[in-house]
């Protein structure tokens, strides 16, 4: 390479890091990127925990359909017993047949989410700009001079790096920002049905839980206190009945981590280019606390 | 002319769901629940079977609602499927950028051993 082919390609470098550097200065497009990046760790973070609950309020359903049968069973003679277990198999086989209709479509969901993370992410960035880093050490190899050259202070091999992750940088926020203009009324309705579906089976949990509740103080809890004497653990089993509470409100969390992610992609979606993602992701938090081992 | 909105079967539903919800609350409740202690045999059973009917009733409902919103979620898969695919179109795009610049890399290094002296 001769010096006036060196001189162009060192002009050409400075431009390009010129126009670059204004878009690095606006800020606005790599904290963009970063929310979504955690929004969409978010989402994979939620699909999880909702695929848990919908486990675990099918297991509680079960639960509360059994106790139904049983609270029938001495009314009833041997038909309309064999017709009500019918009619209530139909019912949960219809639900399991939903749910597993559910959980497949939150693979999907996931998979979404996963893919955006990957977009949103910095290595595109980082591995494009070792690999630019690499070639401008292979163009120093070549000329002497070229190696020797630094713009402003900085070596040109390490100023090609930067100037490459850059403009990756900016080629990623341009897909993210065309992808929400294409496919944001998607995902907002998506959402928006995925809060429907959490608010239904919420709602069913939790009355599925008072009525087991409800029937373990009738069976358990009242029975001994009705007696003149009370036994010994009678305290303690009225301590845990009451601590259950506890985690029945809790089903809430799984709601609430629905509401939030919309309306953390709703802000996205709407622009927003700063705040936290702190409330979805304690939203979250708290359906694992409550999906735990404590959750039943 | 009302100015009201005009009740939709799912506002219909949702509130016979609601309905429902509060009848098995009621039954459930101590009130009932004790009152049905001093009934006589035949009001207890006519009770379970009343119970268990609006039980039934309120978890159809509920199925029916879920899979409605299944249905609406199953219309809109085919879409977001593209919208991964393209995401994940739009990330090996960029990977295309350092696996360019690798590729040039390559090049140079044969161009370096022809002009370099061994």
Known sequence: MNRSSERRVLCGLNLVVV????????????????????????GVSYGQARGQFLRLSLDVNIERDTLELRKQHESLDGAGRARVLNEQDQILQDRI?????????????????????????????????????????????????????????????EKIGQVTAIAVGELRNRALERHLREYAPLIQRHLALEEAVLGVLVDEYIEDRKVLRNHERRTVLLPPFRADSLPPDWDALRKRYLLAEIDVTRARAAQEAARQLRSAFEGLAGGEREGSLAGLQLAIDRVNQFIGPGAK | MSDESPVT???????????????????????????????????????????????????????????????????LEAELLRATQELASARAGLDQVAAYLDTVNCLLAVVKRVVSPA
């Open chain 1, 19 to 42: 126009a670059l550097g204004v878009a690095l200065l606006s800020g606005c497009g790599a904290a963009r990127a970063t929310r979504f990046e955690a929004f969409a760790a978010a």
């Open chain 1, 97 to 157: 047949s939903i749910l597993a209709d559910l959980e497949r479509h939150g693979a999907l969901m996931t998979q979404y989410f996963q893919a955006l993370a990957r977009l949103a992410g910095p290595q595109a960035d980082a591995h494009a700009a070792a690999a630019a880093q690499r070639l401008s050490g292979d163009l120093g190899g070549l000329s002497d001079a070229l190696a020797r050259k630094s713009i402003r202070g900085t070596p040109v091999s």
């Open chain 2, 9 to 75: 079967p799912n506002d219909l539903r949702n509130g016979l769901r609601r309905g429902l919800k509060t009848a098995l609350a009621d039954l459930d409740g101590d009130a009932f629940q004790d009152a049905l202690e001093q009934a006589t045999a035949a009001e207890r059973k006519a009770a379970a079977i009343t119970r268990g009917e609006v039980y039934r009733a309120w978890r159809q409902l509920n199925n029916v609602q879920l899979d409605e919103i299944r249905n609406q979620l199953q219309a």
